[in-house]
């Protein structure tokens, strides 16, 4: 009787070893995953149980698979520049993820040669400006000489302050070479001046300033590569957009001249004594005549000339330098239906330039045009025309007579 009553215990407890054995291979679950964002699958993305180490990433198809999950178990799904998700599995076997940008951190979309990367994808040194910080909101009479301090390792010098001679030289990263150092300036692909564009117009400017440009464009490309893209119309939308702005300019740090010629003689002979030369270059009765003749400088001598032309005391930077104002006006009309776009802008530019007779007026106008022919081809064109009017006027020598 006592081996049949163990003999029964034996068989109860074997009975609730299988079947809890059974109850647990039965809640552990294989859960394959496929994740995604509105682009397509996702490759690369953290998928794990929370709480432990039992995880994976997904393959280029954005299919990750998890085995020894229990129904209470949640999946985590995580990857750079999205919003991370937790999943509860349930009694599911299969979990279809999509996965939202981080508005917040990498949404920007960097041109990066012939097409468009996130930032979060970026491996060379790629960077950007606003647009709408650095140049919608200044007075501007061409792009490059407003690069200047907008970037680190971008550098652009202006030289000259002269309307129409004005732009300045651009460097990525210093100078490279001992010949030509200007980065290569592609406008929508195709190389050209950045001056030519006008400022409006401009939807975004990369730098690429590493090596890996190279890649892409060749040795052209050794001094970096600055991206310029134009706007284009959006979908289903029309609109008519003005922008203008007056800036008042005039002559700053000008240097103090002794612009009264006697006391400029006065100075002369002190200078020479103090040298050591006793006899003076002009003589006393010169300068009190000069002296004497500026107090009407109205009145005609004896030859019918006018004291302030026959002695004269100009100030020849309040004769040459004059304030002026620069004018911009910008007009754009866009008109976007559901496969045509086009862009029509134009633009205009008065620098009057602080001397008479240098100014320039530049005259811009762009149309930007798509039209999706089929789902998988659109065709479209970029066209612009840009004219400046120069004043004949030549400041290049003025001021070594100043």
Known sequence: MKNDLSHMVLTVLLSFFFMGTVAAQESKLSVKCVVEDKSGPLAGVNVYVKGTTNGTITDSKGVASLNQVKAEDTIVFSFVGYIQQEVVVGNRTALEI??????????????????????????????????????????????????????????????????????????????GTLNNNAPLILIDGIEGPIDAINPADIESISFLKDAAASAIYGVRAGNGVVLVTTKQAERNKVSVTY?????????????????????????????????????????????????????????????????????????????????????????????????????????????????????VKRYNIRANAEADVTKWLTLGTKTYASQDDYEMGNFSSANSYL
């Not at 550098?155 to 030289?169: E, F, K, L, Y």
Request: glycine share 8%; net charge negative; no cysteine.
């Open 98 to 175: 999509t996965l939202q940008q981080d508005d917040l951190t990498l949404e920007d979309v960097v041109v990066v040669g012939y097409g468009t990367q996130k930032k979060v994808n970026l491996t060379g040194a790629v960077s950007q400006i606003d647009i709408n910080e650095s140049f919608l909101s200044k007075p501007l009479t061409n792009v490059s000489s407003a690069l200047a301090g907008l970037n680190a390792g971008v550098q652009a010098n202006q030289t000259s302050g002269q309307p129409g001679s004005d732009n300045a030289s651009i460097y990525i990263r210093g100078i």
């Open 243 to 359: 922008n203008g702005s007056i800036a008042l300019t005039q002559p700053v740090n000008l240097i103090d001249l002794v612009s009264n010629y006697a006391d400029y003689m006065e100075f002369f002979n002190e200078a020479q004594a103090n040298s050591g030369i006793l006899v003076p270059q002009y003589n006393q009765e010169t300068i009190d005549l000069w002296r004497e003749k500026s107090k009407s400088p109205n009145e005609v001598n004896e030859l019918g000339v006018p004291n302030y032309v026959a002695y004269p005391n100009t100030d020849w930077q309040k004769v040459l330098f004059q304030n002026s104002y620069i004018q911009s006006h910008n007009i754009s009309m866009t008109a976007g239906g559901d496969k045509t776009r086009m862009l029509l802008s134009a633009n205009y530019v008065d620098n009057p330039g602080l001397v008479e007779n240098t100014g």
